[in-house]
C-alpha cells in the first residue's frame, strides 16, 4: 500500500510540473497604504487528515437519497438588512408604471454571446434552492452538481453519470444532510476538485473535500472529512467557496454558531498533491481574519495553468448604514513556507435590492445580498462579480477589474429597469491571460417573465453586450415558500475551457419548471460562444439567406446573383480557416437556393462565405447544434 501511495504521490506531482507556474503580481507601495494591521489573523498548525474513503463508480449501492426540507432560510440577513430589502421590495410590487422595455429593444456595445451545445441537466428532486456549480476538464468531461446529485456529461448532453450524494459516498457516517456541493477543474494539475458539506450544527459539521482520481470523474474520488468545527467553538460550517494554486487548493467559509448566528469566516489551505494521490492529507486553517469578511471567495488562475505562491481572495464588506468595501486578501505563501494572511481595503459603493416578482405568482424570489459570488485571477487583475442594486430598487449584475499593483478597482453594472438579475458567475472569455474580456452567466425574471438562465458578454475595453437567452423558464417558482418569499437560485455556475480555441465556457444554471406537482427548477447547461476572431460579417451589396439559424440537420442558403457567375460557397471556422468548400460551380442569374446537411460538423459556431466573380464576398454566421 505504501508503494502505491508514493508512486500516486510522484505521478501526481509529475503532472503538477507539466504545467504553465504563473506568479502573484506584488500589491505594490501604493497597496500597501491600504493594508490592515489592526487584526492580526491566526494559522493552525499543520494538520494531517486520513483518507476518509473512495468513490469507485460501477458498483450498486441502495438508493438511500435522505433528505431534510427546511421551508425558511437557515441564516436569516441583520435585522437592518431585512427591514431595508422589505421596503424596497414593496416599494417594486406598488408600482404603477410598469411599461417596461425589454433587452430585445436595446442595442449592446459589443456583439452578444451565442450559444452551441445546450442541454437539460440535473433535474429538479425536492431540494431546494439548485445551489447550481459545474466544471468542465479539458479532455471534455462535465461534472455538474445540486443541492443533493452529481453527475457527469460530455459535450454532447450524454449523461454518463448520477447520483445523489448519499448513494455517491454510499458512507454511513454521514447521517446528516449532505448540501451546498461546490465543483472546479484544477487545470494545473488536470483534476477535479470538490467540496460537499455535512450537517448543520457543531456535532456533525464535515468539510468533505474530494479529489479526482484522474482527469475522468468515472475513475473516483478520494475523499477526506475535514472538521466544519475548526476552533472546536460549538460552530458549523456554511457556504464553502473553493480555489486553486500550483500547489495547493482551498476551501473557505462561514461559521455559524448552533443558534446560527456567524461567528466568523475561516480559510483551510490543502496540500493537494496528497489529496490528488489519496495520501495523508497536510492542511492548515486560518481564523480571526481582518474585518470579519462574509464569504471569502478565493480567485484561482483564470486560464490554463496556476499561480503562486498562496492565492488571492477577495470579499465584500458592508452593512445598511455602514460604509462600503471590497477586500483583497492576500496569502503570501504555501504551507511548506512562510505564509501571511494580509488584507487590504478599498472603497465601494453598492446597494441591496427588494426581493424578486415573477411572472404568474404573487411569490417573490429571494434575491440574496451583496456578496461576491465567483472570481478569478488573471495577469494581474482579480475579475469579480456579486448582484447589487441597479435602478429603481431591481437588482443587476456589478462586475469589477481590481488590479492588485495599487488596488484600484474598475466597476460596471448591467441590468434593466423592471427586471431583476441575480447569483452571477464569472470566467475568462480573452484569447490570452492579458485579454480582459469576460462572459457572465446570470438569472433573470421580472413580472412579465418566468425565471430564466442567461449570460451576456463584456469585451477587454469594459464594453457589455446584450445578454444572450440561455433556457427560459416555463412556469414561475414557489416551491417550499415562506413568508411570500421562495429560494432562487443561490449560485449559477461556469467553467472555461481551456485548451479550447478559440475560447468557450460551459454554465449552469436553474429554470423555472413543473416537477413532481411543484413549480420549482431544472439545471440547464450551456455551451457558450462568441464572436469570430479576426472575422468580420460583411454587408453584402446582393442579399444572401441562410436558415434555419441555429441548424440542427438540413441548412438552406439562398442568393441573386444579377447574371450567370461563378460561385464558391465554403464553410469557414472561427480562426477563419476552410472547413469544407461545399460548392464551386457556375450559377444562372436570378435567384437560386442551395442546401447542405449539416454533416460532420461538430456543435460550434461557424461562418458560411459566399462569393462569385461578381458579387461581394458574404460572411455570414450560423451555429451547429
Not at 2 to 22: D, H, M
Not at 74 to 83: F, G, Q, R, V
Not at 198 to 211: A, I, P, R, Y
Amino acid at each position: 500500500m505504501k508503494t502505491k501511495i508514493c508512486l500516486s504521490l510522484f505521478l501526481g506531482l509529475l503532472v503538477l510540473c507539466t504545467y504553465a507556474q504563473n506568479h502573484k503580481t506584488p500589491i505594490g507601495s501604493i497597496g500597501e497604504e491600504n493594508l490592515d494591521r489592526s487584526i492580526q489573523p491566526v494559522k493552525s498548525g499543520i494538520q494531517t487528515q486520513t483518507l476518509s474513503g473512495d468513490v469507485q463508480h460501477g458498483q450498486n449501492h441502495p438508493e438511500w437519497h435522505t433528505r431534510l426540507i427546511s421551508f425558511d432560510k437557515k441564516h436569516a440577513l441583520s435585522p437592518e438588512m431585512t427591514a431595508e430589502k422589505l421596503r424596497k421590495t414593496q416599494e417594486k410590487l406598488s408600482r404603477t408604471n410598469k411599461d417596461f422595455q425589454d433587452e430585445s429593444q436595446l442595442k449592446g456595445v459589443t456583439d452578444n454571446p451565442t450559444i452551441g451545445a445546450s442541454f437539460a441537466g440535473n433535474w429538479f428532486d425536492q431540494t431546494t434552492p439548485p445551489d447550481n456549480s459545474m466544471a468542465i476538464s479539458n479532455g471534455g468531461y462535465i461534472v455538474s452538481v445540486t443541492n443533493s446529485h452529481i453527475e457527469y456529461y460530455d459535450m454532447s448532453g450524454t449523461r454518463l453519470f448520477t447520483s445523489s450524494f448519499d448513494d455517491f459516498f454510499n458512507d454511513p457516517s454521514f447521517t446528516a444532510l449532505i448540501y451546498d456541493p461546490v465543483v472546479l477543474y484544477d487545470s494545473h494539475a488536470d483534476r477535479f476538485f470538490m467540496v460537499v458539506l455535512h450537517g448543520s450544527n457543531s456535532s456533525v459539521s464535515k468539510v468533505v473535500t474530494c479529489f479526482s482520481k484522474s482527469n475522468n470523474p468515472q475513475d473516483g474520488w478520494w475523499f477526506y472529512k475535514l472538521t466544519g468545527d475548526p476552533l472546536v467553538a460549538s460552530n458549523w460550517f456554511d457556504y464553502p467557496k473553493i480555489g486553486f494554486s500550483n500547489e495547493e487548493v482551498y476551501v473557505t467559509g462561514n461559521l455559524f454558531t448552533n443558534s446560527d448566528q456567524f461567528s466568523q469566516a475561516v480559510l483551510y489551505q490543502i496540500n493537494k498533491a496528497d489529496g490528488y494521490a489519496g495520501g495523508n492529507l497536510s492542511w492548515q486553517y486560518w481564523y480571526n481574519i481582518s474585518d470579519s469578511p462574509f464569504t471569502l471567495v478565493p480567485a484561482s488562475w483564470g486560464q490554463q495553468g496556476g499561480y503562486g505562491p498562496g492565492i488571492y481572495l477577495v470579499s465584500t464588506h458592508g452593512t445598511s448604514g455602514t460604509a462600503d468595501k471590497i477586500r483583497l486578501f492576500d496569502l503570501t505563501d504555501y504551507i511548506s513556507g512562510s505564509p501571511q494572511l494580509n488584507a487590504y481595503s478599498i472603497d465601494a459603493n453598492f446597494d441591496l435590492a427588494g426581493d424578486a416578482p415573477q411572472l404568474g405568482s404573487n411569490i417573490v424570489l429571494d434575491n440574496g445580498d451583496n456578496r461576491i459570488i465567483s472570481a478569478f485571477y488573471l495577469n494581474g487583475i482579480v475579475h469579480f462579480v456579486f448582484a447589487s442594486e441597479y435602478t429603481n430598487n431591481y437588482n443587476g449584475v456589478n462586475y469589477n477589474r481590481l488590479t492588485v499593483n495599487g488596488l484600484t478597482n474598475w466597476s460596471s453594472k448591467f441590468g434593466l429597469d423592471g427586471y431583476d438579475y441575480a447569483y452571477p458567475s464569472v470566467a475568462s472569455f480573452g484569447p490570452t491571460d492579458a485579454h480582459k474580456a469576460v462572459m457572465i452567466c446570470f438569472l433573470r425574471v421580472s413580472e412579465t417573465i418566468y425565471p430564466q438562465v442567461r449570460v451576456v458578454y463584456v469585451d477587454n475595453d469594459g464594453n457589455w453586450s446584450n445578454s444572450t437567452l440561455v433556457k427560459e423558464g416555463t412556469t414561475y417558482v414557489d416551491v417550499y415558500a415562506s413568508g411570500g418569499v421562495a429560494r432562487w437560485g443561490d449560485y449559477t455556475g461556469i467553467s472555461r475551457k481551456n485548451n479550447s480555441s478559440p475560447p468557450n465556457v460551459w454554465l449552469s444554471g436553474g429554470f423555472g419548471t413543473f416537477r413532481l406537482n411543484e413549480h420549482a427548477f431544472d439545471t440547464w447547461i450551456a455551451q457558450i460562444n462568441g464572436v469570430a476572431i479576426g472575422i468580420e460579417e460583411q454587408t453584402n451589396t446582393q442579399p444572401v439567406r441562410i436558415y434555419p439559424n441555429p441548424v440542427y440537420d438540413i441548412m438552406n442558403v439562398e442568393f441573386t446573383l444579377d447574371g450567370r457567375s461563378e460561385i464558391e460557397i465554403a464553410v469557414i471556422d472561427q480562426q477563419g480557416k476552410s472547413v469544407r468548400t461545399l460548392l464551386h460551380d457556375t450559377a444562372p442569374g436570378g435567384r437560386n437556393a442551395f442546401s447542405f446537411n449539416k454533416g460532420a460538423l461538430p456543435v460550434g459556431i461557424y461562418f458560411l462565405k459566399v462569393s462569385s466573380s461578381n458579387n461581394t464576398i458574404r460572411y455570414e454566421k450560423f451555429i451547429v447544434q
